[in-house]
């Protein structure tokens, strides 16, 4: 058992590789990986370089702590345990869309930082490439779902769709190139989509309030 003096210690570890990576992940979002430095870091942080390193392990142990937050998600979990329970099949591209958006507003900067890094940086890339691994992973179970609640095309070809637009490229090419906000991109997305997989919103019985084919909360 812990003694009351260690729990202490690792709690104020973890308190402080955390502030550690937030504030890289502030400053890489803005500056860029190469552009910023450690000792940035630290100030930002309001610790040492040489805690940074022995802490956090330094620039590449901090974007492998970000890429693994990313990748850790509670709404990618989520995401594959409400899966089952969706029966109809806007409704799950509606969700899809919905919690692609959820992750892009919480770790959207990663996501920019390590795509933006890895073509310079081959540690970097193989962080990026296995949580595009993962990410597909997930959306290859949707698709597999969506194929069993009967839309054609095949898992394949319903997992392609998917990662054209909930991929990377879908929301940051309208939030980041295009300036639309996360409303009006989620929207259009989910239409295209649905059009391309031919999954219509159900329609609402006359007078009832949100239909079935409301997208549901995350």
């Not at 009967?150 to 998917?162: A, K, Q, T």
């Not at 906000?181 to 989509?193: P, S």
Request: glycine share 10%.
């Amino acid at each position: 058992m812990e003694r009351p003096s260690e729990q202490r210690r690792a709690r104020l570890a973890a308190s402080t590789h955390e502030a550690i990576v937030d504030a890289a992940g502030r400053l890489f979002a803005e500056r860029g990986y190469f552009a910023t430095t450690v000792q940035e870091i630290a100030a930002l942080a309001d610790v040492s370089p040489a805690t940074v390193y022995a802490v956090a392990g330094g620039k590449q142990g901090m974007i492998t702590s970000l890429a693994k937050r990313w990748s850790d998600s509670p709404v990618l979990g989520e995401s594959l345990r409400r899966l089952p329970t969706l029966t109809d099949p806007y409704q799950v591209v509606s969700y899809v869309a919905q919690a692609s958006r959820q992750v892009r507003e919480e770790h959207g900067d990663t996501m920019r930082t390590l795509l933006a890094t890895a073509p310079s940086h081959p540690r970097i890339a193989r962080e990026l490439n296995a949580s595009t691994e993962r990410y597909r992973g997930t959306l290859d179970k949707v698709a597999q779902h969506l194929e069993g609640l009967g839309v054609p095309g095949g898992r394949r070809h319903i997992g392609d769709v998917l990662w054209f637009f909930f991929g990377y490229s879908g929301y940051f090419t309208l939030l980041d190139d295009n300036g639309w906000d996360y409303d009006r991109a989620q929207e259009w997305l989910l239409a295209q989509c649905g059009q391309c997989l031919g999954v219509v919103r159900p329609q609402s019985p006359a007078g009832s309030g949100s239909g079935s084919g409301s997208a549901p909360s995350v």
